[in-house]
């Protein structure tokens, strides 16, 4: 955090949509402005639950594009104008298309993306097709990041197999626990389901998709 202090920093996202990486890089937004630092907040549309948990003194632009293959050019407009220090941006998406940008206009753009999923596996010949692309543009513009966030060692493992530096990438979990963290783990269980267990069990919640690996949990509890 003390390399970023008197540094611009800009934090991109597509929208606002609920998620848990779109969750992420607005706590990390808000923990830096919090220590004062140079923060700006640029957006492809407003839309999307999180909005609200933004800090309302973090200068915020929103480009009002529902597609962000769209804002290509007005995000590299903003950027122009805005000169950040450090772009950070999260999602497959929005980092190849920060990737992309820095290869084609930005070569001195200190870019930092985080890298969330792993590939997981989907039988859909469309989804299949979807994901070699992105793996080819993963490969060839990835590079160009000067930090890639892993959230495990299991993405960095994926991460190295498109053949980027391994200096490059380095591992950071997910900022997930919240301040009150232990008084909540302290309050009484209330829910019925949960106490007619008379077994230990695991609850993990997600959405059911292949990057969300739940058959990797499954077979890993099977063991």
């Known amino acids: 955090m003390e390399k970023l202090k008197n540094k611009k920093c800009l934090f991109f996202l597509p929208s606002f949509t609920g998620g848990g990486a779109e969750g992420v890089i607005i706590q990390v937004a808000n923990e830096l402005k919090r220590q004062k630092r140079n923060i700006v907040f640029l957006i492809s549309n407003s839309d999307g639950v999180l909005k609200g948990k933004l800090d309302k003194n973090i200068p915020l632009t929103n480009l009002n594009n529902k597609r962000l293959l769209h804002s290509f050019f007005l995000i590299k407009n903003f950027i122009e104008s805005a000169k950040p220090d450090v772009v950070f941006t999260t999602l497959m998406h929005s980092n190849i298309i920060m990737c992309i940008l820095k290869a084609l206009f930005f070569r001195n753009m200190n870019l930092i993306i985080r890298e969330s999923n792993v590939g997981g596996i989907d039988l859909s010949i469309f989804q299949n097709i979807k994901k070699n692309i992105y793996t080819l543009l993963k490969f060839f513009f990835y590079p160009y990041a000067n930090k890639i966030i892993a959230v495990s060692n299991e993405v960095k493992k994926e991460l190295m197999q498109l053949k980027i530096s391994k200096n490059k990438i380095f591992v950071l979990k997910n900022p997930t626990i919240p301040r009150n963290f ?33 058959s990797f949990l499954i077979k890993l509890i099977a063991q």
């Open 182 to 214: 232990k008084a909540l783990a302290n309050q009484p269980i209330t829910n019925k389901w949960i106490l007619k267990k008379k077994i230990p069990f695991i609850l993990s919640i997600g959405r059911l998709t292949p990057q969300k690996n739940f």
